[in-house]
């Protein structure tokens, strides 16, 4: 008989955690208040990159795994999984290329123009030094549909509209409890660690000419990200647990963001708002022990880096439980 597998959490996280075990052969219900697009992840730029999380040491090879998933997915335009060229600036001064992005073919951009005409910027924000990188994109519009059917066609169940208060509350018929709720897990489980870093951003139309992304880390903070039908301008990264857009902070990233673009203002297609999950002492990837006796594996706290890290950590999951249900059998 398969073993019965519940996930609490359906953003990018949840849902991947969830098809590598069904496609494993295990019985999978994901059980979660928002599902998909409604979720954190839905509100993501969703762009690879190693951000906002901790400890680098880990971080950096979970990120490395995803992306060689996420680059093979991108052969498959279905899947909502393109590879782009990430522009990386600073407007402080010289910015180091990590050690890391040099085995992805890395490299200094020699001059700071404008990325989509190529000529100075009116705005008087020329960039101090940058460089490039190719990594995968994502785009939640279509790939957390994609994650949502890939489980379901392996068999594994959605269930959305549902709180667990904790998480024993899950029916004693599953076997392993896997935790993949987010910013959600700080009341789940009283995580104290738990800081949800708001993110918010604009979705205008599609620009012409931008086929790369820009990012520049520095105040005033900001990213352009194209996408298949759109595009993402950000963003935010405050410690605050409020959901409501501000429409003040819309209008700093469009101002922004078309100022460094040397674009007139766009209008503005949507605005959202999402709780990156960043946790002080790091990803939480362990395996515990319920009250109940039944084992969960806790899989939280990715920050700003959950579609970064999201395979490598199902992955870590899958190898955490495969050794549990060994010794258990054993």
Not at 14 to 21: H, K, W
Not at 283 to 305: F, P, Q, S
């Amino acid at each position: 008989m398969a073993k019965s597998v519940a996930i609490v959490g359906a953003g990018v996280s949840g849902l991947t955690t969830a098809i590598v075990f069904a496609e494993r052969g295990y019985d999978v219900s994901t059980f979660a208040k928002e599902v998909g697009r409604s979720t954190t992840s839905g509100a993501a730029a969703a762009i690879w990159f190693p951000y906002d999380a901790e400890p680098i040491p880990k971080v950096i090879p979970w990120a490395l795994e995803t992306y060689k998933v996420l680059a093979d997915l991108a052969c498959d335009s279905r899947t909502g999984v393109s590879m782009i060229e990430l522009r990386r600036f600073s407007r402080a001064g010289e910015i180091q290329i990590p050690d890391w992005a040099h085995s992805l073919g890395a490299s200094s951009v020699a001059t700071a123009l404008c990325a989509v005409s190529d000529r100075p910027q009116a705005g008087g924000y020329n960039f101090a030094s940058g460089y490039s990188i190719r990594v995968p994109l994502t785009d939640t519009t279509i790939y957390l549909d994609y994650l949502r059917d890939r489980l379901t066609n392996a068999g594994g169940t959605i269930q959305g509209g549902v709180r667990f208060e904790n998480l024993e509350d899950v029916d004693p018929k599953f076997d392993l409890v896997i935790n993949c709720a987010g910013i959600g897990a700080r009341e789940l489980v009283h995580d104290v660690d738990l800081e949800p870093h708001r993110g918010q951003v604009a979705i205008i139309p599609k620009i012409k000419g931008l086929d790369c992304a820009i990012v520049c880390d520095d105040a005033p903070f900001m990213y352009a990200i194209p996408r298949s039908n759109d595009c993402v301008f950000g963003g935010t990264n405050d410690v605050s647990d409020n959901l409501n857009v501000d429409p003040a902070s819309t209008s700093r990233i469009v101002t922004e963001c078309s100022r460094v673009l040397n674009i007139e203002t766009p209008r503005v297609l949507a605005e959202r708002v999402g709780l990156r999950p960043f946790r002080k002492s790091g990803v939480r990837l362990e395996a515990w022990k319920l009250r109940d006796g039944r084992t969960v594996i806790h899989n939280y706290g990715h920050g700003g880096a959950g579609f970064t890290l999201s395979w490598a950590c199902a992955e870590s999951v899958f190898q955490i439980a495969s050794q549990r249900f060994a010794s258990s059998s054993g």
